[in-house]
Structure formats: structure tokens, C-alpha cells
């Protein structure tokens, strides 16, 4: 269904400022089509800040990202997808609903495939305020299919997800890098994924 | 630290000018005082309580003074981002509520012995009140968002949507008070005002607005010291975090 | 919950005031406005709050609409689930404050006007009290000055009707620009907000 991804991606320079204080500066990196980026690195050194960067939400101290291929003229926000620590679940909402919301927003439409990608399918028209807190993480990576973008950045993806799921989690941002997708993850879990590089925030600036 | 480069310079320039504008506010408020209160005549028709309009006026003109300058800093936090804009919003708001708050006093105490009471909902005084709340609701802003950053650039929003409000306030309270009231009040500072009382006006006026700019300058140096001080604890508690690591 | 809350603040006003019809008549107008103000407040603090807090608006962000679209869709759905049901209930509660029947056209009229005014204003507030401590309170401190020239306008097309004719036409104009001058500036306003608590 999702076409193969041709994008690749470059950190150039980039600093990150909180309050005052220099969190990082100086990261460079490139992905190429089918790249992966391992984020680590001790509490409160920026990961977080990184991703979110990356997602537009949180202005660059210095340095600039730029994305080449056939999307390149798309905002790198909407080239994104983000699952942070928040799941975006609708309480009030089934799993459908919730999916298909999101499936409607960011213009894609693979709502069964969606729903099949984390396992859902059973669960599609039971209200979100009723799953566990694993359940509404993978409604959460669900989205990650409901519209398909090139670039992943997944926050502590694992966090609450069993091992069955997390093996899912792993087999699926595989999946995403052979169509030729970027996935910028960080994680304490260790995954099969093969990432061809690693930032290591908080001992040395620069990857 | 790169980001208070500029502000370094802007200490040392605190530094050399806060003791010559004393020295300025000193003379031009002794001045002002003197005229005011020894000098000029009483009014024929208030008699001696024209004497508070001395303060009341220029007060009154350092309440918008104060709300323009934090308007445009806003413009200059959110447009050009630079650091000593959000300083310099934050730090005249407090003064500038105390002048509005000084002018809302002296405004119901002259009220007192011309309408014979103390509060009155003239145009002028509601409007003026409705600025003091303008001021609390940006006071409270900073106050409540803890980052600095953040609390910055939403007190810029809000004190932009306020400036564009204002006019339309002080419009809709004129209406509302030609409503309820026609006879016309009298005007503080109206065109029948006499030459002997100007002087002593625009002396205190002048005072008044350096004593504004040299709060202003202290209090800015104290903010700019503040969040140096800040951002030196929070290097500590990374610096911590990344040992226990 | 605000139509509850309008409700419970029209009821205890005559208990505070007495009785009075005439009275009762002379200021229904305003305490009319005032308490549908309040009301309509008190729900604003939930234009934006639940998105902000189960990390909905990071994925509205990152989407192909643009922010300000979304903050003005979203104080439009304010205005239609709350203020709306306010306008219909206020001639009701009219009726309690000896409303005379002949100012219940101007009533309707100016609080259709002004309203979208108060919801996209409240838009405003609640995206820069977002995520903050105690934020509803200083939402009402935030927003309520803001609301002095919709609330003398809204009662003043409304008054001339109690208290003979005036003209009426020109406070009610002048909502209308304020609801429009609002609709149009205040998502921009909001939207910048909400980029400012997303950091």
C-alpha cells in the first residue's frame, strides 16, 4: 500500500537551548533512504528535545535539518510522524474512531491495515478509556500506518508494551526502513532493528 | 551563556548611567514638588485639591507609557527574539501597575471634594481600571509559568492582543458613559487649563517619567542577575545527573 | 455544565436583591450578560486543555493543516456547544428576571452577535493558561478585561428596549465587528500560544 520512501535526511549544526541552558550543540548526522538513528543517553540530556525538534515543536538554537528526495518540498514537520510519551487516545472515542480520525487528519486512509498493524482489530470498536496503558501505547504506534510519512520519530516507543509487542514494534519499524523509511528512535530496550548509526547525547556533543 | 552576551554590555551601561539619572530624578522631582505644592495657585474653583492633579496626571500618563513600552518589547520578543526584550516587558509591568494603581488613588481622592465621593465610574477612572486589570492579568502570567522562555512569549501575546484592545475599551467605556450620564464631567488637563499651573505640570511629568526609566533600569539589572543565577543551577543539576549517569 | 452553572447565577440574584419586579426589569439586561460571560468562562479552560494534556495537539501539529485553522475550529466548536446553547437559554431565564417580552428579539440578537466574540476571546486565554497550575482562574483574570467593550455593547442593544426607544442599531453593529475583528485575529493569537506551550 505505502509507496517506497526516497527521502533522506540531514542534521546539520544543530543546538538546543532550555532555559538558558545549552542542552546539545553541534550534532550532525545524515540518513539516507532506509537509515536508522539510535538516540541514548542519560536523563535530561535531550533526547526528548532532538525528537521534538525534529518535529517543529521546539525552535533550533543554531543549525539547520534538510530532507532531499520527492517529498522535499513538504514542511519536515509534516514529513513526521511523532509518538512521544503522550498517546493522543480519545477517551471517549473507540479505537476505530480514534484511527480513523487520525487516518482522516494527516491525509492518509489505511485505516484496516491500521487497526491489523499492532494487533487492534479485536479491540476496534471498544471505547479507548477502556484499554490498559500497553494497549493504548499500540493504538498510539497504530497511527505510525494509519497515514503513511516517511520519517518515524518514536520517543520510548517500548515503554509499557509487552515483549510479544515489542517484538511487533521491532518487526514493523523494519519493515518501515526496507520501503525506504527513516526511523529516529529513542530507547533503553534493546532492539533487533540494525540502526546504522548512534547519538550518544550528554558524554561528547558531537555523534 | 551566548544569548546573555548582549546583556553584559547592558549591565555595565546600567552601571554608569543609574547614579547621574538619580541624581536627575532627585533634582527634577524636588523641582516639581516645590512648584506644585508652594509655587502654583491655588485653582479659583478646586481650590487646593487641584494640587493632586500634580501627581495624578503624570501618573496617569506613565500607566500608558508603560503599557506601550511592554507592547512593543512584546514585538520585540516575539519578532526579533532578542533577550532583553522579555526582561525589559517583565520588569515594567509592576511599575507600570504602580503608577496606574497611583493614579487610580489620586484620581478617587480628588474625586472626593468634587463629586463628594470616592468613587466615581467616570470614563477616565474605569478605563483606567480596566488597564490596572490589563497589568494584574500580565503580572499573573509571568508568575505562573515557571520557564522563562515560555512565560515570556505568552505575556508578549497577551499584551498584544491587550494594546489592540485598549483603544476599543476605552471607546466602549466613553459610550457607556455618555449613556448613563451625559452631563460631561470635569476634564483633568483639558485645554482651559492655566499657563501657571503647566509649569509646575510638565516639571513633574518629566520627573515622573525619569523616575519610571531608573526603577525601570534597576529592576531590569536585578531580572538580567535573577536569571543568570538561574540558568548557573540549572548547569548544576545537569552537571549532578551526568555524574550519578 | 454551564447551562447549569447560567442557571444557578440567575437564581441568586433576585434572592440577593429582593424581589423587586421594576428592579428586577431594569437590570435583567445586564446581569443577563454578565452571567452568561461567566458561564461561557468557565468552559472555556476546556478548548484546548484535553489535547494539550493527552498529547493530541503534537500530533495536530505535526499535520497539514495549519494551526491557526485548528485553534479557530476549535473556538467555533465552543461557540456551538456552549455559547449557543447559552443565547437559547437566556430568554428563558429572562422571564425569571420580569424581562419585558418586547426586548426579547434585541436579547437574541445581541448575544447571537456577540457571543462568537466571548468564545473566540476565551480561545485566546486558554491557550496561553494551558498546562499552568490553577489555570481557570487565571484564564477569568486574563480574558474578563477583554470582555468590558462586548458586555457594555451587548447591554446597550439591549436596554433601549426596557427603557424606551433609542437606537439600537449601532451597539448592535458593533458586536457584529467585534465577533468578526475576532474570529479573524484571534486564531492567529491562539495558535501562537499553543506553538509557545508545545515547546
Known amino acids: 500500500m505505502s509507496p517506497p520512501f526516497t527521502i533522506s535526511f540531514e542534521a546539520r549544526d544543530i543546538a538546543c537551548e532550555r532555559g538558558g541552558r545549552t542542552l546539545f550543540e553541534g550534532l550532525n548526522f545524515v540518513l539516507e533512504p532506509g537509515g536508522a538513528l539510535l538516540v541514548s543517553g542519560p536523563n535530561g540530556t535531550g533526547k526528548t528535545s532532538l525528537l521534538r525538534q525534529i518535529a517543529g515543536f521546539l525552535p533550533l538554537a543554531s543549525g539547520r535539518f534538510s530532507a532531499a528526495g520527492a517529498e522535499a518540498a513538504t514542511p519536515i514537520a509534516e ?3 511523532y509518538v512521544g510519551h503522550l498517546n493522543a487516545a480519545k477517551t471517549a472515542m473507540s479505537v476505530r474512531e480514534n484511527l480513523a480520525f487520525w487516518a482522516d487528519f494527516l491525509e492518509g486512509g489505511d485505516l ?4 491489523d498493524a499492532f494487533g487492534l482489530a479485536p479491540l476496534a470498536d471498544i471505547s479507548a478509556g477502556l484499554l490498559s496503558a500497553g494497549q493504548k501505547r499500540k493504538l498510539a504506534l497504530s497511527r505510525l500506518f494509519a497515514a503513511p ?6 520517543d520510548e516507543p517500548s515503554v509499557s508494551l509487552d515483549a510479544a509487542s515489542v517484538k511487533r514494534l521491532d518487526a514493523a519499524i523494519r519493515g518501515h526502513l526496507k520501503q525506504g523509511g527513516i526511523a529516529i528512535v529513542s530507547t533503553h530496550v534493546p532492539l533487533k532493528t540494525k540502526f546504522a548509526q548512534e547519538l550518544a547525547l550528554g558524554r561528547e556533543h558531537a555523534a | 551563556m551566548i544569548s546573555l ?12 548611567v543609574v547614579p547621574w539619572l538619580t541624581a536627575v530624578v ?8 516645590y512648584l506644585s505644592f508652594f509655587v502654583a495657585p491655588p485653582d479659583y474653583q478646586q481650590g487646593e485639591t487641584v494640587r493632586i492633579m500634580f501627581i495624578h496626571v503624570p501618573a496617569a500618563w506613565l500607566a500608558l507609557f508603560g503599557y506601550s513600552l511592554i507592547a512593543i518589547a512584546a514585538l520585540g520578543t516575539l519578532i526579533w527574539r532578542h533577550p532583553l526584550a522579555d526582561v525589559a516587558a517583565k520588569t515594567a509591568a509592576p511599575i507600570g501597575a504602580t503608577f496606574t494603581f497611583i493614579a487610580l488613588v489620586t484620581g478617587s481622592l480628588w474625586g472626593k471634594p ?13 478605563s483606567m481600571l480596566v488597564l490596572f486589570l490589563l497589568y494584574l492579568g500580565l503580572i499573573a502570567l509571568w508568575q505562573a509559568i515557571e520557564e522563562p522562555g515560555r512565560a515570556g512569549r505568552a505575556a508578549a501575546i497577551l499584551a498584544l492582543v491587550g494594546v489592540i ?18 452631563a460631561s464631567v470635569f476634564r483633568p488637563g483639558g485645554p482651559t487649563i492655566d499657563p501657571s499651573l503647566l509649569t509646575p505640570l510638565f516639571v513633574m511629568a518629566a520627573a515622573f517619567t525619569a523616575l519610571f526609566v531608573l526603577l525601570h533600569l534597576i529592576a531590569m539589572r536585578a531580572e538580567i542577575l535573577r536569571r543568570r543565577v538561574r540558568a548557573l543551577q540549572q548547569t548544576q543539576v545537569a552537571r549532578a545527573a551526568m555524574a550519578e549517569a | 455544565m454551564a447551562l447549569g452553572f447560567y442557571l444557578i447565577v440567575i437564581v441568586i440574584i433576585p434572592l440577593g436583591l429582593g424581589p423587586n419586579l421594576n428592579l ?20 472555556a479552560g476546556r478548548i484546548f486543555e484535553s489535547d494539550y494534556e493527552d498529547g493530541t495537539l503534537d500530533v495536530i501539529a505535526t499535520g497539514p493543516l495549519p494551526l491557526p485553522v485548528v485553534a479557530g475550529a476549535k473556538c467555533l466548536a465552543h461557540w456551538v456547544a456552549t455559547g449557543i446553547p447559552l443565547v437559547l437559554l437566556a430568554p428563558v431565564l429572562g422571564l425569571l428576571l420580569n424581562l419585558p417580552l418586547s426586548a426579547f428579539p434585541s436579547l437574541a440578537l445581541a448575544m447571537l452577535a456577540g457571543t462568537p466574540a466571548v468564545s473566540f476571546i476565551a480561545g485566546i486565554g486558554a491557550s496561553l493558561t494551558l498546562g499552568l497550575r490553577r489555570s481557570g482562574l487565571l484564564l477569568a483574570l486574563l480574558v474578563v478585561p477583554l470582555y468590558v467593550p462586548i458586555l457594555i455593547f451587548g447591554v446597550s442593544s439591549v436596554t433601549p428596549y426596557v427603557s424606551g426607544p433609542n437606537s439600537l442599531w449601532q451597539p448592535l453593529l458593533i458586536l457584529c465587528a467585534l465577533s468578526l475583528a475576532s474570529i479573524v485575529l484571534a486564531p492567529f493569537a491562539a495558535a501562537a500560544a499553543l506553538r509557545n506551550a508545545l515547546r
Not at chain 2, 26 to 33: E, M, R
Not at chain 2, 116 to 124: I, N
Not at chain 3, 26 to 43: E, F, K, Q, T
Open chain 1, 79 to 81: 514529513l513526521c510522524h
Open chain 2, 26 to 33: 532627585v533634582i527634577l522631582l524636588g523641582t516639581g514638588l
Open chain 3, 24 to 43: 428586577l426589569a431594569r437590570i435583567a439586561p445586564g446581569i443577563l450578560w454578565v452571567g452568561l460571560l461567566l458561564a461561557a468562562l468557565l468552559s
Open chain 2, 5 to 16: 552576551a548582549n546583556p553584559t554590555r547592558f549591565l555595565s551601561l546600567v552601571g554608569a
Open chain 1, 149 to 154: 510519512r516517511p520519517i518515524w520519530l518514536l
Open chain 1, 112 to 115: 484496516d491495515g491500521a487497526l
Open chain 2, 114 to 126: 468634587m463629586w463628594g465621593t470616592y468613587w466615581v465610574w467616570d470614563a477616565r477612572l474605569t
Open chain 2, 165 to 182: 484592545n485598549v483603544p476599543i475599551i476605552k471607546f466602549s467605556v466613553d459610550w457607556w458613559n455618555t449613556l448613563h450620564q451625559p
